[in-house]
């Protein structure tokens, strides 16, 4: 068993491709919830109740 105070050491920065993949797995799934959300119907209601619900909390509507 190792110890719990042991540190784990992380990179100081990413390197091109861990961003690279980062940002391409992000793109993918916005547009997958993008996607999901336009086929069923639903997406721009929920677009609109949450706008409204934003505007309301800060006095706008």
Known sequence: MR???KTIDF???RTPAQTTI???VALVTVEAFLIVGLVT???WETLSN??????SCIGVG
């Open 41 to 43: 119907e639903h997406f």
């Open 3 to 5: 110890p719990l105070s």
């Open 22 to 24: 980062f940002f391409v």
């Open 50 to 55: 949450g706008a409204m619900i934003c505007l």
């Open 11 to 13: 990179p100081a920065r």
